[in-house]
């Protein structure tokens, strides 16, 4: 999981462009470290749209190109979030109100930011996480109907506004991805819900997708494991050129 910094093409082309910087304008050093900074990738979509699946292939395609990789997920990633998700997740919370929910996911995000995301990049490791802040604008959002602007406060204040450098949307009709999420035994709290939550899930997470074209790349999860897997490795070609 843990490629070797600076052996990749691109941490050579960031060391080599930072080089070049350097010799042109010594007081470049500001452009230099941001430069140096790894990159955020996120995956989002339904239950069942082959998040867990693309992870396990993208991962391996970034470490082969040299990358210094770190892979979490949402909600957990650190022990407090594991703690959370297992809350979160667990039918027999039923009584959870979409603010408390909304509330335990940021808690799990906070906690994220500080003790992975933000020390990995700083260090010039890429992060690819299984789930983040888009995900709650489409499930307390879309699905729940807790204001955006009320999601979009907690955003700024639990994650400093970080934002991914690239969020992959796997999208996918909610009766597919249902129908290959129940292949993987008991449903937990969160994937019990009706149809309609789901599509209003769906309907958020394309929204956002709409609106943000720049930072998303909509792929079509019917298609092959392979096939998703090639898109995702092709909208990441633009995060290894030294202005990205
Ligand atoms: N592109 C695909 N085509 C068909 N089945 C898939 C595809 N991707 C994943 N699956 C299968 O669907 C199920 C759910 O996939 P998973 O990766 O766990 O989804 P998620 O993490 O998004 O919930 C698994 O059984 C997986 O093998
Ligand atoms: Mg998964």
Not at 72 to 77: D, H, L, M
Not at 97 to 103: G, K, N, P, R
Not at 226 to 239: G, N, P, W
Request: net charge negative; glycine share 10%.
């Amino acid at each position: 999981m843990n490629g070797d910094p600076g052996h990749g093409p691109a941490m050579l082309r960031v060391a080599h462009h930072a080089k070049a910087a350097h010799e042109l304008n010594p007081n470049h050093v500001g452009t230099m470290t941001r430069l140096s900074r790894g990159k955020f990738i996120t995956l989002e979509g339904g239950e069942g749209a082959g998040k867990s699946t693309l992870l396990a292939g993208l991962q391996q395609y970034l470490v082969d190109q040299g990358v210094s990789l770190v892979q979490t997920r949402e909600p957990g990633g650190t022990p407090l979030g594991e703690a959370v998700r297992a809350i979160v997740l667990d039918p027999a919370q039923r009584g959870m109100c979409a603010e408390a929910e909304l509330l335990l996911m940021f808690a799990s995000r906070a906690q994220l930011v500080r003790e992975c995301i933000e020390p990995a990049l700083a260090a010039g490791k890429w992060v690819l996480c299984d789930r983040f802040t888009d995900a709650s604008y489409a499930y307390q959002g879309g699905g729940r109907g807790v204001a955006v602007d009320r999601i979009a406060t907690l955003e700024q204040w639990a994650t400093d506004g970080l934002r991914p450098d690239l969020t992959l949307l796997l999208d996918l009709p909610v009766a597919t991805g249902r129908a290959r999420a129940a292949g993987r035994g008991e449903a937990d709290r969160i994937e019990v819900e009706a149809d309609a939550f789901f599509e209003r899930v769906r309907a958020a997470y394309r929204a956002r997708a709409a609106a943000e074209p720049e930072r998303f790349r909509l792929i079509d999860a019917s298609l092959s494991p392979a096939q998703v897997l090639a898109a995702a490795i092709d909208a990441t070609s633009h995060l290894f050129g030294v202005n990205a």
